[in-house]
């Protein structure tokens, strides 16, 4: 629990545009009247240095719809081109008889 409780003092700290230091941590988890162990705040704080945690975040953000953007436009290809993959796919297939010898030789 204490470590979900560090991770929104660390948005929190992020989003008023604070640094996120273990002192910045330990005092907002005690204004909010949480018992949170030191070791909690040093990790993250140690963690998060030197890094903008908005920018971290609104990556997973981009990564997403980006990722799924790409495979609908390949979904959405022409049927020309989805033939053209499926001549391609044949020629693979039968290019195991050219070897010689077959599945049931």
Known sequence: MSDAI???ASFILADAGLEITSDNLQALTKAAGANVENVWADVYA???EGKDL???LSGFHAAGPAAGASSAGAAS???GEAAAEEEVEEEKEESDDDMGFGLFD
């Open 6 to 8: 560090i991770s929104y």
């Open 46 to 48: 140690k963690a998060l």
């Open 77 to 79: 290809g022409s049927s």
């Open 54 to 56: 908005k920018e971290i």
